[in-house]
């Protein structure tokens, strides 16, 4: 069983940098694929980032490639989403996700654990 608490989000301008983090909980951190989708009101949940329990490998929503980076820590067992050059398209609640699983996933519906969310709110 794993916990997961994100952290970091909050309100920021257009142009403006937020990292926020997720740290796990409960289980072996280094076994776990990790990712992280976010959900605007009155959309569907969307995949963000991922990244392999290696730390090797890491994939990227089209929309935030280029802007975004997602890295872990395996001694703090936390894992990052770096967000720069932040707009208003931007604004969601930001979920962290975990999955025992060696390779790289980039659908929600792969994962089994999640965290409660932390908001990111982007002003033009």
């Known amino acids: 069983q794993v916990q997961l608490v994100e952290s970091g989000g909050g309100l920021v301008q257009a142009g403006d940098s937020l990292r926020l983090s997720c740290a796990a909980s409960?289980?072996?951190?280094?076994?776990?694929?990790m990712g992280w989708f976010r959900q605007a009101p009155g959309k569907e949940r969307e995949f963000v980032a991922a990244?392999?329990?290696?730390?090797?490998?890491?994939d990227y929503a089209d929309s935030v490639k280029g802007r975004f980076t997602m890295s872990r820590h395996s001694a703090k067992k936390t894992v990052y989403l770096q967000m720069n050059n932040l707009n208003p398209e931007d604004t969601a609640v930001y979920y962290c996700?975990?999955?025992?699983?060696?390779?790289?996933?980039?659908?929600?519906?792969?994962?089994?654990?999640w965290g409660q969310g932390t908001q990111v709110t982007v002003s033009s």
């Open positions: 996700a975990a999955r025992l699983s060696v390779r790289l996933l980039t659908v929600a519906s792969d994962y089994n654990y």
């Open positions: 990244i392999e329990r290696s730390g090797g490998n890491t």
């Open positions: 409960g289980g072996t951190f280094s076994s776990y694929a």
